[in-house]
């Protein structure tokens, strides 16, 4: 998907800014330096002279002038010379006037060229960490950090036939493959199990890759999801920004709902998910939900219907373990 075209008009308006404010240092540069060394701006004022005459010539020349441009280029490169050593004399790089540019290598445009250059890369990647809802937790919760010590590896699950640590070690690898393969296979995953067992931070783990690799990435609760329905549906809110930001939710290359459960289910809520999976299906958009409710739980608190496209469209892994949450804090509080 990309970056919406909000996102990059905002980007190349940051580029604008960039380059005329570093245009008005290049001019104080120039205002201070001609007050402290007067015969600079002689020399430059000669060096445009110089320009300015040659352009007009050029424009109504019919063939070449070879030995004309010889000469352009000599007394241009005199008069550089001149300024280089005023500016050295008086302490100054001989670089001081030239062009300021915050990436050299695109000159503040984005491009080099026809190509997108690193800078503009890394502007698209900080926009779309900045939409996910994550621009803060990613730093703390990803594959870095993941810690399989916090996991009993002592008592084997029955359902399961794995210790807790073996569990969220293969779950882990399902991530890690899933993403791998995010751009070439079409899936979607369901995490389930108890509160604070890690299902949101696997969620934040795919986040993370998945936004490094400039995708587009947008985690929401289960109550923002339908907060924000809601208030688009009944509150008659602007009509453009709704239909942009349904468009974004619909479309982005990953979806992530987590603590699905926790909203009210109505008629409302339950319209509005069935239509978000199978929308989302039919463009091939992955999601990944996390939710504290058993498959059984799932079974009885959903409709036939929807609980049909979970069991159709989505891998489910269930996680088991202790409250990870509450081990954090004692270790925290035994510091």
């Known amino acids: 998907m990309g970056l919406s075209n909000t996102q990059y ?10 380059r005329m404010q570093n245009q008005r240092l290049l001019d104080k540069r120039y205002q201070d330096i001609f007050a402290e060394i007067p015969k600079l701006e002689s020399v430059q004022n000669e060096i445009m002279e110089l320009s300015l005459a040659q352009a007009r010539k050029e424009l109504f020349l019919t063939e070449p002038d070879t030995e004309g441009e010889a000469e352009y280029h000599a007394k241009r490169e005199a008069l550089l010379g001149k300024k280089a050593k005023l500016l050295t004399e008086h302490g100054y790089p001989d670089d001081y006037l030239q062009s300021i540019y915050t990436c050299p290598d695109c000159h503040d445009t984005g491009y080099r060229g026809n190509t997108p250059c690193h800078c503009l890369k890394n502007a698209e990647i900080k926009a779309l960490y900045e939409s996910s809802n994550l621009m803060d937790v990613l730093e703390s919760e990803n594959f870095n950090t993941f810690d399989e ?3 009993d590896d002592t008592v084997v699950n029955e359902n399961l036939s794995l210790t807790a640590r073996q569990n969220i070690l293969k779950v882990k690898d399902v991530c890690m493959d899933y993403i791998k393969h995010f751009d070439d296979s079409y899936d979607n995953l369901i995490f389930y199990g108890s509160t604070g067992v890690g299902k949101t931070f696997l969620t934040h783990c795919i986040a993370k890759q998945l936004l490094d690799s400039s995708h587009t990435v947008l ?6 999801l339908f907060d924000i329905l809601e208030k688009n549906k009944f509150h008659h809110e602007d009509a453009s920004t709704a239909n942009e930001q349904i468009a974004y939710m619909l479309h982005s290359d990953l979806l ?27 463009n091939k958009r992955s999601t990944v939900i996390s939710t504290n409710l058993s498959f059984q739980e799932l079974r009885e608190r959903y409709s036939e219907r929807i609980f049909s496209r979970f069991i159709g469209f989505y891998h489910f892994f269930m996680i088991i373990g202790d409250d990870i949450r509450q081990k954090t804090r004692l270790a925290s509080r035994d510091k």
Do not use: C, K, P, W
């Open 9 to 18: 008009r905002d980007i190349m308006f940051q580029y604008d800014q960039t």
């Open 149 to 151: 010590s916090f996991y």
């Open 219 to 224: 985690y929401l609760t289960s109550l923002q």
């Open 256 to 282: 992530i709902i987590d603590d699905l459960g926790v909203e009210l289910v109505n008629s409302f809520t339950a319209s509005q998910l069935y239509y978000f999976i199978e929308e989302r299906h039919i």
